[in-house]
C-alpha cells in the first residue's frame, strides 16, 4: 500500500480494534497512538492526564503523530482527540487515507461505561454520562466528518466494519488483495 489508512472517531467507536484487525488483514504494520504513548511514558493515559495534565498529553500525541505518518503503508489508529489539532490532521492526511468511525450514543455509552479509563469523558460526566458523550460528539462531529470515508460500528463486529473498509479502499485502488 502507497498510503496509510488512518482511523478517526470519538471514543467507543472502535479504533483500535478495528486498526488492529484491518492490518492484520492487509498484512501491514499497526500503530495505536494512545498506546505508543503509553509506552512511551510508562504508564496508562488517566494516569498521564492526572500527573503531567492534559496539555502536555496532547504534546505527546503531535509527536506520536508525525512518527507514524513519516512510515508508509500501515494502519494508524488515532485517539478521539487527535483531530482537534489541525495540524495532526494536515500530517496524517498527506499520505494517508482517512476513515472516520462513527456510532450512536447509546452505544458509545455501553462501550465507554467503565469510568476511571478515559478521562476527557469522566471530567465531563455530572452524573448524566451520555448527556457528556452526546455535548462532545456535538463539539467535535464537523472534525470527525473531515474524512474521505465515514462508517457507522454501532451494530457491526470488527470483522464486518474490515469488510466495508476494504470494499472502499479497492473502489479507490488502494487495494488490490
Ligand atoms: C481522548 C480519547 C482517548 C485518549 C484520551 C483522550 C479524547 O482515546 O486519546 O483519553 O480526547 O477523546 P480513545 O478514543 O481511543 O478512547
Known sequence: MKHNVVLIGFMGTGKSSTGRALASRLGCAFVDLDQK????????????????????????????????AGRRGIVISTGGGTVKNP???????????????????????????????RPVLDRMDQGDR?????????????????????VDTSDWSPFQVVEDICR????????HA
Open 37 to 68: 504513548i503509553e509506552q512511551e511514558c510508562g504508564m496508562r493515559i488517566p494516569e498521564i492526564f492526572e500527573t503531567h495534565g492534559e496539555d502536555f498529553f496532547r504534546a505527546k500525541e503531535a509527536e506520536a503523530v508525525k512518527e507514524a
Open 87 to 117: 495540524q495532526n490532521m494536515e500530517i496524517l492526511r498527506r499520505h494517508g487515507i482517512v476513515i472516520s468511525l462513527v456510532a450512536r450514543s447509546e452505544v458509545i455509552l455501553s462501550r465507554t461505561r467503565r469510568k476511571g479509563k
Open 130 to 150: 451520555k448527556q457528556a458523550i452526546e455535548n462532545l460528539m456535538e463539539e467535535r462531529r464537523a472534525l470527525y466528518e473531515k474524512a474521505d470515508y465515514v
Open 168 to 175: 472502499y479502499l479497492k473502489m479507490r485502488g488502494a487495494m
